[in-house]
């Protein structure tokens, strides 16, 4: 197992696979880099280098006490990518993963960055605010920060029916996606649960898209539970010089780990890094 020490001591976790040109891939909340499982041999077996971390307080990371806000995350995510010495790197980001990227070129710019994707990414803002009346009200997320406070093992599995789409009649998620999901939730510290929820839902990432120099992909489902699409991607591409958008119809939030999603994505990621 592997590990980086960062600047405060905190110990994050990452795993390698394959040779290449750097993937590095940022999971969700409340997840970790179990959750890119897929992705990771498909990029590894085309002839790439996939790179994914546990975020701090995450997986196999250290339980840090301090440190679950944006900035830190991204810096966490430079001190991986200076201590491994990776350069004209593919930044891929999910949901929270996808603000930490972009808090990433925000802070650290595109010198180590050749291409970055945002898959069902929390940025611009989820938060309703009177900049962003189109958000997510805060009662939202303090339901969510009550339910991890008081029962987050089942709120773990209660999260896993949107998050998959599993609460549509039409959906075909299996019990095993779903007992996978609460799994790695598990491993979350509960400090690292409840404060991440402000930094992914709070924080404005509006001037960190700004700052995207580089070729980027927004993907989304249009059936997000978790992140609507039209508070995130379709207001990111607004943003971000010439993205590209990809819709994916009847999609859910977790679509990189279910079928026929996860086929689709991983097409669409493959020729994106490849051109």
Same mark, same amino acid.
């Given at each position: 197992m592997a590990y980086i020490t960062t600047t405060d001591d905190t110990e994050i976790f990452y795993k390698i696979a394959g040779t290449g040109q750097p993937v590095v891939f940022s999971h969700g909340w409340p997840l970790n880099a179990d959750a890119w499982e897929d992705q990771i041999r498909l990029v590894a077996e085309h002839g790439y280098r996939a790179v994914a971390h546990d975020r701090r307080g995450h997986g196999r990371s250290g339980q840090a006490w301090n440190g679950h806000d944006m900035d830190t995350?991204?810096?966490? @995510?430079?001190?991986? =990518?200076?201590?491994?010495?990776?350069?004209?790197?593919?930044?891929?980001? %999910?949901?929270?993963?996808?603000?930490?990227?972009?808090?990433?070129?925000?802070? %650290?710019?595109?010198?180590?960055?050749?291409?970055?994707?945002? @898959?069902?990414?929390?940025?611009?803002? =989820? @938060?309703?605010?009177?900049a962003n009346p189109d958000g997510t009200p805060m009662k939202a997320f303090d339901d969510i920060r009550n339910s991890v406070e008081a029962d987050?093992?089942?709120?773990?599995?209660?999260?896993?029916?949107?998050?998959?789409?599993?609460?549509?009649?039409?959906?075909?998620?299996?019990?095993?996606?779903?007992?996978?999901?609460?799994?790695?939730? =598990?491993?979350?510290?509960?400090?690292?649960?409840?404060?991440?929820?402000?930094?992914f839902s709070e924080t404005d990432f509006t001037e960190d898209l700004r700052c995207f120099d580089i070729p980027t992909m927004v993907a989304h489902g249009d059936a997000d539970q978790i992140v609507p699409i039209n508070d995130a991607a379709m207001k990111t591409v607004e943003?971000?010089?010439?993205?590209?958008?990809?819709?994916?119809?009847?999609?859910? %939030?977790? @679509?990189?780990?279910i079928n026929p999603f996860k086929d689709q994505f991983n097409q669409d990621l493959m020729t994106f890094i490849a051109t």
């Open positions: 995350y991204a810096d966490d @995510l430079a001190q991986v =990518m200076d201590a491994l010495d990776l350069r004209d790197a593919i930044l891929v980001g %999910h949901s929270t993963g996808g603000g930490e990227v972009a808090r990433y070129i925000g802070r %650290h710019g595109t010198s180590r960055v050749a291409k970055a994707v945002l @898959l069902g990414a929390v940025p611009p803002l =989820m @938060l309703k605010t009177d987050r093992a089942q709120y773990w599995k209660d999260l896993a029916q949107p998050f998959y789409g599993a609460n549509r009649p039409e959906a075909s998620v299996s019990q095993g996606i779903r007992d996978a999901f609460w799994l790695w939730s =598990m491993q979350v510290g509960l400090k690292a649960a409840y404060d991440c929820v402000k930094a943003i971000i010089p010439n993205a590209t958008l990809k819709v994916y119809p009847g999609a859910p %939030h977790g @679509l990189a780990n």
